[in-house]
């Protein structure tokens, strides 16, 4: 595979194995058709999220697209915009995680089914700690729709982390423990590094990879926050591909990908 793609209508060259400063759906548009083998991705939340407001440029076109940024009223055509773009990318036998929480769960369903998506999987990822309320349970998990777009060619290795015959201590098949649809993998702590105000554990992306692709394969993260998709697909060797609109966490991203660093940077503040 070449090391850049270039689009015959804008004669616009987008590297592989980057990352891009940009809106993920005009960056979307200048890949071609079926030309990405895994979309992993961790969309907006479009609820009253707590971020640092520090993290933002308060300038229109600047300001990070989602979070607290996205009325609910809007995330429905936001969604359909997105995986329309991702969908037409995406290659028949590549497939598609894309993780939300509770709050937007339903517009990104709804999207999934009117864009053409087919859905494998709706996987539960357990963590270990949610906050404490009072008039409601506890939210500790986090929802990730498995799709594709044709279910037989969907690729699949699903003994590529623990052989068919594996067995812990107890006896129990390995391999089936890990394909269960319940995900119990601890949230990651960077204690006195900077970090963005969310993004998913590198074990979770390590997963992901392993089952739906192999060496070689092209990965993409429209929203690459702090760049996790990215930085594991270099250090498992797939070629990766993304796109992050805060120029902020864009830099953070970049300068981890240079780095090959799970974390950086001390952080100044007691959090």
Known sequence: M???????????????????????????????????????????????????????????????????????????????????????ILKSSGSMYVFSGWNNLKEILTALDQVGFITVNHLIWQYQFGVVTKRRYVSSHYHCLYVCKND??????????????????????????????????????????????????AEIIRKILMYSSEEGDLVCDPFLGSGQVAVVSKELKRRYIGFEINPIYYEFARQRLNNQSMSLFANNSSD
């Not at 201590?169 to 590094?193: A, C, F, M, P």
């Open 2 to 88: 070449s090391k850049s793609l270039k689009t015959a209508k804008a004669h616009t060259v987008l590297a592989l194995d980057h990352i891009y400063d940009m809106d993920c759906i005009a960056g979307m548009q200048l890949i071609p058709d079926d030309f990405i083998d895994l979309i992993i991705t961790d969309p907006p939340f479009a609820i009253n999220f707590k971020a640092r407001r520090g993290n933002y440029h308060r300038t229109p076109g600047r300001v990070l697209e989602g979070y607290a940024e996205i009325q609910a009223s809007e995330y429905l055509d936001f969604t359909l915009k997105w995986l329309t773009q991702a969908y037409r």
């Open 152 to 201: 037989r060619l969907r690729k699949f290795y699903p003994y590529s982390r623990f052989g068919k015959t594996t067995r812990d201590s107890n006896g129990r098949s390995l391999h089936y423990q890990d394909k269960e649809d319940v995900w119990r993998i601890k949230r990651e702590y960077w204690t006195g590094k900077t970090k963005t105000p969310t993004k998913l554990p």
